[in-house]
């Protein structure tokens, strides 16, 4: 299984809302990333697991909260986004950091804030 | 501060000829470096890597070399094929994967 599971794939949230973005992997990939990508632009990085510990933040926002309850799972926690905030935001993951191997990627979650 | 750099926008080939991205970076400090391929709305995907001590590394139509000196590494696909059209984007990698800004390859039938 090489698959990076994101779900769900669309969300329309209000501005006022809590939503959470989940990701998934089973390859025992010890390193989950975070990415934001607006259109016509690439990827930013927002935040690196590593070990199921927080080692990257890349200056994001409060409103954006990251947890790894556990090796295989990513969730971003969304609450009193603006509608700036509306991308596509992909998790990836890998061998952990520095290990020289491909990064995994999903399909992302195509976020509206209203 | 950009420490990849994809400096092309945009490369149009025709089919069965050799296309080149070509890619820059300002961090020395990276291990390795990647290619993805990616289509609007999705994930990317991985096609081919380099370890920083290589300077060549090839599967099937895709090459990749790296000159450290230059710090440039360039991705050649050949031949070139109507399906490979995409954004094609290059990442350093450490402890984190940074992103080039892409390059929209349209490969001509």
């Known amino acids: 299984d090489t698959e990076v599971t994101q779900t769900p794939k669309h969300l329309v949230m209000g501005m006022t809302n809590k939503k959470s973005l989940k990701c998934e992997q089973h390859m025992g990939h010890r390193a989950m990333y975070w990415y934001k990508q607006k259109a016509k632009k690439p990827p930013e990085l927002m935040f690196v697991y590593s070990y199921e510990k927080l080692s990257i933040n890349e200056s994001v926002p409060s409103r954006f909260s990251p947890e790894c309850p556990n090796s295989s799972l990513l969730n971003l926690h969304l609450h009193a986004l603006q509608p700036e905030d509306s991308a596509l935001y992909l998790c990836?993951?890998?061998?952990?950091?520095?290990?020289?191997?491909?990064?995994?990627f999903g399909q992302g979650t195509r976020l509206t804030v209203v | 501060d950009q420490q990849v750099k994809q400096n092309s926008p945009s490369l149009s080939v025709q089919e069965g000829r050799i296309s080149i991205l070509n890619c820059d970076y300002t961090n020395s400090m990276f291990d390795y470096f990647l290619w993805y391929k990616k289509y609007p709305a999705e994930g990317p995907t991985f096609l081919i890597s380099i370890s920083s001590i290589k300077d060549k590394n090839e599967d099937g139509r895709f090459t990749v070399f790296l000159n450290k000196s230059a710090k440039h590494l360039s991705l050649h696909i050949v031949p070139s094929q109507p399906g490979d059209s995409a954004v094609y984007f290059c990442l350093g990698g450490s402890e984190k994967l940074v992103f080039g800004k892409g390059t929209k390859l349209t490969v001509n039938p």
């Open positions: 990836a993951s890998s061998s952990p950091p520095g290990g020289n191997t491909e990064a995994f």
